[in-house]
C-alpha cells in the first residue's frame, strides 16, 4: 500500500507513563484513507493514550507516527484532524454556538463554518443555549460539531456514543456512518463492539497496549455458510461429500459449513443433486464481540 | 496568532466569573478607599481631628485619585487580580478544555501568547476599571465635601497606571503559573492565597522588623514588598520598612523579573508537558 493511502501509520509506537506503566506497547497502526476504523479493546488497554498521542496531547517515549502526514501535534497536521477524545470539553456559560467561535477563532477558521457545523449535527435550533444545560447527548454532538468544523481529513473519535441513550447511539451511529461515506476517514474507538460492528469497516483489537489483531469486518465476521434442508441426514451426507465431514457442524439445528461464500453455488448444485429441500443457505456471520473474545482469549 | 487571542477573547468577555472579580475589585475600592472615608467625612465631622480631617480630603480629593486607585486597597486587590490568571489559565483544567484547545491547531506556544495576551489585555481593562472608579469617586467626594477639583497632572496618572498594570500582570502571572504548575484552579488558590495573606501580608512584616540585617533584606527579593514598595514612592498605600529602603526602579524591576520568570516558566510547562 502506498504511504499516501494512509492518514495514520505508526511504528513501534510506545508510551511509557512515569511510574512505569507501559500503556502503549510498539503499536504499529495503519488507518487507510476513506474507511471507518474501529480500535477496540477493553477499558484500560491504551486506546485513549493512542488516541491523545495521535493529537499530540501526550508525546510517545519511542517510535513514531505520521498524523495527515505530519508528525503528532505539529500545527498543520491538526489543522486536518477533528477529534474528540473522553468525553466533549466546552465552556459552561457560553452557548453552544459561541463555543463553536472559539473553536472557529482557534482554527482561523471562518465564522460561518459554524452555523454549517451545528447544522449537520442538528443544533441549530440549540444553539442559543449555554452548553452547561445541554442533555450528554447534545454535548456528544457538539463535541462532534467542533471536531466537524475544520472539514478534517481525519476524525477522531473516542467514545462516541458513550452515555447516550439508545436514539442517541442511533442519531450518533448514523452520522458516523455518514461521515465515512462522506470521504472523511474516521478513526474510532470503543468498547462497545455492538456499536463497532455497525459502523466500522476494519478493526484492531489492542490488549494490554499491544495491536493484537486487525482485520476487515466482514472478514473477520465471516463464519462460513449455514445451511437447513430436509431430510437432514440426506443434508449431512450431501455436504460432506462436498465439503469434507471436519468442515461440518450442527448449530441450533442448522448446518454450519466452514467455507466461503464463493463455493456457496458448488454446495448448493451438490444438495440439489442429491434431492435434498433447501429451506435456508447464507453466509454465516460471527458478531464482532465473538471475534473479539475468541482473539482476546486466545492471547491469555 | 490573531484567531487565538480573538478565540480567548470571546470566552474572557463572555465570563460571568471575571464581570464578579471586576466588580468585587470595584467594590473593594469604593469601600477601603473612599467610602468609609465619605462616611466619616459627611455624617460625622464633629468626632474627627484637624489632621484626620485633613488626612481624609487628602486623600478624597480628586488630586490624589491616582495614588488611591494604585494603593489603597492593596493586597485585596492584587489577590483578585492572581484569580484573575487563576481564572484564565486553570479554569481550563477544571472545564478539561485545554486538551480542546490544544487539538484544534495552534502551536502550544501560540495557545500560551495568546492566552498571555488576553491575561494582559483583561488586567489593563480591571486597572483602568479602578481609575475610572477612584476619579468618579474622587468627583463625586468633591461635590458633596466642597474639595478642591485639582487633578494630578497626566504624567502621574501614567505613572502610577502603569505601576498598577505592572504589580497587576505580576500577580496575574502568579496565578497563571500556579495553574499551570497544579493543574487544578482549587489548589492554585489555596497555594496562591496562603502565600499572599499569610507570607506577604503577614511574615514578610515581622521579618524586616528583624535586627539582623540579612533576614531584614530578605523580603525585598519577593513581589509583595517591592509592590508595596512602588506604591509607596508613587505616593499610595501606607508604606512599610521594606518600602522606605527600596526605590520604584528597584521594586519595578523585581516585579518585572518575577512576571517574565512566571510567564516564562509557565509557557515551558504547557509547551512541553503531556496533556493527560
Redesign the interface.
Known amino acids: 500500500m502506498h504511504t499516501s493511502d494512509l492518514v495514520v501509520e505508526t511504528a513501534a509506537l510506545t508510551k511509557r507513563y512515569r511510574g512505569g506503566k507501559l500503556a502503549v506497547d510498539s503499536l504499529d497502526l495503519k488507518v487507510r484513507r476513506g474507511e471507518i476504523y474501529g480500535l477496540v479493546g477493553p477499558n484500560g488497554a491504551g486506546k485513549t493514550t493512542t488516541l491523545r498521542m495521535l493529537v499530540g496531547l501526550i508525546r510517545p517515549t519511542s517510535g513514531s507516527a505520521l498524523v495527515a502526514g505530519h508528525r503528532p501535534g505539529a500545527p498543520a497536521g491538526l489543522r486536518k484532524i477533528g477529534a474528540v477524545i473522553e468525553n466533549p470539553a466546552f465552556y459552561t456559560y457560553l452557548s453552544g454556538r459561541d463555543n463553536l467561535r472559539v473553536v472557529a477563532h482557534y482554527g482561523d477558521i471562518a465564522e460561518r463554518a459554524v452555523e454549517t457545523a451545528l447544522e449537520e449535527v442538528d443544533l441549530l435550533p440549540a444553539a442559543k443555549g449555554r452548553y452547561g444545560s445541554y442533555s450528554l447527548g447534545m454535548k456528544q454532538r457538539l463535541g462532534v460539531a467542533a471536531a466537524l468544523i475544520k472539514e478534517p481529513e481525519l476524525l477522531i473519535l473516542d467514545e462516541p456514543t458513550n452515555g447516550l441513550d439508545p436514539q442517541g447511539m442511533v442519531e450518533m451511529r448514523g452520522l458516523i456512518k455518514s461521515l465515512g461515506t462522506a470521504g472523511h476517514t474516521v478513526l474510532v474507538c470503543s468498547h462497545l463492539l455492538s456499536e463497532m460492528q455497525l459502523i466500522c469497516h476494519r478493526f484492531g483489537v489492542i490488549q494490554n497496549g499491544r495491536l493484537i489483531a486487525e482485520d476487515d469486518l466482514a472478514d473477520a465476521r465471516q463464519a462460513g455458510l449455514l445451511i437447513r434442508g430436509n431430510p437432514a441426514g440426506r443434508v449431512r451426507v450431501a455436504l460432506e461429500r462436498v465439503a469434507g465431514a471436519k468442515a461440518i457442524a450442527v448449530r441450533d439445528g442448522a448446518f454450519m459449513v466452514n467455507a466461503d461464500h464463493v463455493q456457496a453455488a458448488e454446495i448448493h448444485r451438490a444438495l440439489v443433486r442429491a434431492g435434498v429441500e433447501i429451506t435456508e443457505l447464507r453466509p454465516a456471520e460471527r458478531s464482532l464481540e465473538e471475534v473479539f473474545l475468541e482473539i482476546t482469549e486466545g492471547r491469555q | 496568532m490573531i484567531?487565538?487571542v480573538?478565540?480567548e477573547w470571546?470566552?474572557a468577555w463572555?465570563?460571568?466569573?471575571l464581570w464578579t472579580v471586576g466588580l468585587l475589585m470595584v467594590l473593594v475600592l469604593l469601600a477601603r478607599g473612599y467610602g468609609l472615608d465619605w462616611f466619616l467625612m459627611s455624617q460625622s465631622p464633629a468626632t474627627l481631628s484637624p489632621a484626620n480631617i485633613a488626612s481624609y480630603k487628602q486623600a478624597l480629593a480628586p488630586a490624589a485619585f491616582a495614588q488611591q486607585a494604585l494603593g489603597n486597597p492593596g493586597g485585596v486587590i492584587w489577590a483578585l487580580e492572581f484569580v484573575v490568571g487563576v481564572l484564565i489559565f486553570g479554569s481550563e483544567y477544571g472545564?478539561?478544555?485545554l486538551?480542546?484547545?490544544?487539538?484544534?491547531?495552534?502551536?502550544r506556544a501560540?495557545v500560551f501568547g495568546a492566552k498571555t495576551v488576553v491575561l494582559a489585555g483583561i488586567v489593563v481593562l480591571l486597572v483602568l476599571l479602578r481609575f475610572v472608579t477612584a476619579l468618579a469617586s474622587s468627583l463625586i467626594s468633591a461635590v458633596t465635601l466642597d474639595l478642591p477639583f485639582r487633578l494630578p497632572s497626566a504624567g502621574d496618572v501614567a505613572t502610577a497606571f502603569a505601576a498598577a498594570c505592572l504589580i497587576a500582570i505580576t500577580y496575574a502571572s502568579f496565578g497563571a503559573l500556579l495553574s499551570l504548575i497544579f493543574r487544578r484552579a482549587s489548589i492554585a488558590y489555596a497555594v496562591g492565597l496562603t502565600y499572599l495573606f499569610v507570607f506577604e501580608d503577614r511574615a514578610f512584616g515581622v521579618i524586616a522588623k528583624s535586627s539582623a540585617q540579612s533576614l531584614r533584606d530578605l523580603p525585598t527579593g519577593f513581589p509583595g514588598p517591592n509592590s508595596v514598595a512602588l506604591v509607596h514612592n508613587l505616593g499610595g498605600g501606607t508604606g512599610s520598612a521594606v518600602a522606605a529602603s527600596t526605590g520604584s526602579g528597584q521594586a519595578a524591576l523585581v516585579l518585572a523579573v518575577y512576571c517574565l520568570a512566571a510567564l516564562g516558566v509557565g509557557c515551558a510547562i504547557l509547551v512541553r508537558r503531556?496533556?493527560?
Do not use: F, I, N, Q
Not at chain 2, 486538551?99 to 502551536?107: D, E, F, H, I
Open positions: 484567531g487565538p480573538r478565540g470571546l470566552k463572555r465570563s460571568p466569573y472545564w478539561r478544555t486538551a480542546a484547545m490544544l487539538m484544534v491547531g495552534p502551536s501560540t503531556d496533556e493527560t
